[in-house]
């Protein structure tokens, strides 16, 4: 599961597969332009609804991740995507199960506690969320993007959901999409991903924006994993 690696090769599917063989060997990887469906079955499953207490002032529900650079504050869209939030804040709390990739057992534990940034591309974005730490994995189940069109990718610090593009159920021929657990924070404008990629919140302030800065900079391998791990020790939903 990941996201498109640069305007120049966004839409070619040859160019995603060699960018990501990384991914690709897992046949978990799908190029980033989500028109592209696969005849692999999924999972589906509606996220669950909650109410979280807001923000008094934004009317927004909002998440702080700590992570070891330093907090970054999040600001979520429930009024855009509320589908999508209601899954984040319920991974994120431990009040929505996910199967453990490793045992098959079902969880109530905090998803997002001690997982990585397994993927960071500078000048563009850095992704997590994934139980693997390779960017394959996911809590168990997929479920459809929610796009609002008035949300663009216009500029940095947005708040997404990695997918791994369009799949048809090859029993029912319905197609579903394939958000799961990952995420990413955009670091400058991605225009490219409109349409493609769920946007359901935004880094809230400038000291949680210094810290992506930092993380955008960490020095990484040929497959854009980090040298040095990136961690999120928890997420605290207020």
Known sequence: MFIPTSPSNAFSEDNCTKKD????????????????????????????????????????TTAIMHTSAGDIRINLFDDKAPETVANFIGLANGSKAWTDPFTGEESNEPFYNGLTFHRIIKDFMIQGGCPLGTGTGGPGYNFDDEIDPSLKFDKPYLFAMANAGLRRDPRT?????????????????????????????EVADADSRKVVDALDTVATDSSDVPLEPVMIETVDIA
């Open 21 to 60: 063989s990384f991914f690709e060997r897992n046949n978990e990887n799908c190029c980033p332009f989500s028109a592209v469906i696969s005849d692999i079955a999924v999972i589906t499953a509606p996220a669950t609804q909650w109410s979280a207490k807001r923000d008094r002032l934004s009317g927004m």
């Open 173 to 201: 021929g319905a197609v579903h999409g394939t958000n799961g657990s990952q995420f990413f924070i955009t670091s400058v404008p991605t225009p490219w991903l409109n349409g493609h990629h769920t946007i359901f919140g």
